[in-house]
């Protein structure tokens, strides 16, 4: 049944292209963007800006419908203030794929910008990103800095311009993380660019931007959240990375596995989704601001460690999806529009499964599957979210994490859909599914367990239905 992807394998066999000696890592780093967190911090940007000597020619990121709401305006307002020059491109697709990101790349080629500030979820940022990487390198190829194998996956070279993110949504992580994730539409995988260089120089983390995100939206960002922190948390330990020891520190993986470091920003954020994302879903003000730190903590925690199978899963299940979209919280303009290229129009997919959704539904089976690697960790990961431990062995740890999971999304069944099904797959899907979550070897090789094509299809087969 999957023949035609057992060399997926070659990671446990730790075989090298190269032929060079396996040497197990020693070390691992910690580098993330600087951050302001804050109500109001917003107001801020202009000045920024000008310190950094981006006055004359910066581009101003963000999506059709985020340019009409409150948070475009505050940082707008701010760069009018300052007298900045700047330029807006607000094309940007949820979801993106190479043609939507190619559109940016396209009008940031042209215009030649000195800098970026990204306005809105993690789809623009890493269009803002993606469009800074090749304006910087306007002769390569744009597969040149994609992950292998669907890409070359060759280091970014030199420096790129700075780029501000300004997060609306409590979920993404990405004002701190050197990723860029996109579908590429002509294998039809969801891949992304992984380089530290990709980081924004500044994140600036303003609560009161989540005001426009309804109850769904905030649910669905939450629960990326929680399989960040979760994922980085359960990672293989960075000495057990199966690429050990990169032959120079510049080649070392930006996911380098869990360190202790990572543990902490992870460890915190869980906490505080035990804490606070059931309110955030409520609307409670300050557990949405509690909500925007756990995920900057989250996205500090995983730009070190990584993630691993949850989202190497929720990649083949966002970007094949044919017959599911929110019920609501997702604007119609970012799910029905199109973009421009140049004199065309690309139609983006009207069908979606949002990224917290998607990662989301496999967690329950993931971490089953994974605690047998580490039972202690994935028990003290239970504590963490909230469940008691006090008379559970370790062994069972998995099934305490899976159901607390469970019993989490259990409490949003009016929108959460009951598990794979509910988004459209079946049985007859999971061959498809599997082989588009196999190229995500970035993400495979940080999970504490090394799964086989059928580890994979009996994970998928047991979220088919999660209550």
């Known amino acids: 049944m999957f023949a035609l992807s057992r060399s997926s394998l070659a990671l446990q066999k730790r075989l090298f292209s190269s032929g060079a000696i396996f040497s197990p890592e020693y070390a691992y780093e ?65 979801e993106p794929t190479d043609a939507s990101f190619q559109v940016a790349i396209e009008y940031c080629k042209k215009n030649q910008f000195d800098g970026f500030v990204a306005v809105g979820g993690g789809s623009v940022i890493d269009t803002a990103k993606a469009a800074n990487v090749y304006m910087c390198n306007p002769n390569a190829d744009f597969l040149d800095f994609v992950n292998a194998p669907v890409g ?15 997060p609306t949504t409590a979920g993404t992580g990405s004002e701190t993380t050197g990723v860029s994730i996109f579908d590429h539409t002509p294998t039809g995988a969801k891949t992304g660019i992984r380089d530290r260089g990709l980081r924004p120089v500044l994140g600036i983390i303003d609560p009161d931007h989540t005001r426009t995100c309804g109850p769904e939206l905030t649910a669905f960002t939450g629960l990326d959240v929680l399989c960040h922190a979760l994922e980085s948390y359960t990672a293989v330990p960075y000495q057990q990375r199966i690429t050990g020891a990169p032959a120079r520190p510049q080649l070392r993986p930006a ?4 360190n202790a470091i990572s543990d902490i920003w992870s460890g915190f954020a869980l906490q505080q989704c035990s804490k606070y994302l059931l309110r955030a879903v409520e609307g409670d003000p300050y557990a949405r601001e509690q909500m925007c ?47 421009k290229k140049s004199s065309e129009q690309i139609k983006l997919k009207e069908n979606m499964v949002p990224h917290g959704l998607s990662v989301v539904l496999t967690a329950p089976a993931v971490f089953k599957w994974t605690s047998v690697a580490d039972p202690e960790r994935h028990l003290k990961a239970a504590e963490l979210l909230g469940a008691d431990v006090s008379r559970v062995k370790a062994v069972d740890s998995g099934l305490l994490l899976s159901d607390t999971i469970t019993s989490l999304l259990s409490n949003w069944t009016a ?10 797959y079946g049985s007859e899907h999971l061959e498809s599914l599997v082989k588009g979550t196999l190229p995500q070897r970035k993400v495979i090789e940080v999970s504490p367990r090394q799964p086989t094509p059928e580890d994979f299809n009996k994970m998928l087969e047991d979220s088919m239905k999660l209550f």
Not at 318 to 328: A, W
Not at 415 to 424: A, E, K
Request: with cysteine.
């Open 415 to 424: 929108f959460v859909p009951n598990g794979l099904q509910g988004v459209g």
């Open 255 to 258: 996911y380098q596995g869990s």
């Open 293 to 339: 730190l756990a995920s900057t903590a989250a996205g500090v925690g995983f730009g070190s460690a990584g993630v691993h199978l949850c989202h190497a899963m929720s990649y083949p299940i966002s970007s094949c999806v044919t017959n599911y979209r929110p019920l609501s919280g997702y604007n119609q303009a970012l799910t029905t529009a199109t973009v």
């Open 152 to 166: 070359k996956g060759l280091p970014i070279p030199g420096k790129l311009k700075p780029l501000i993110a300004v």
């Open 30 to 94: 910690m580098a993330a963007s600087s951050v302001r967190f804050g109500r109001g911090a917003t107001k801020e940007i202009g000045q920024d800006l000008i310190s950094m000597g981006l006055t004359k020619k910066v581009c101003v990121v963000t999506d059709p419908y985020m340019a009409t709401l409150p948070p475009m305006k505050a940082v707008l307002d701010s760069l009018v203030a300052a007298n900045i020059s700047f330029e807006v491109f607000d094309q940007v697709a949820v």
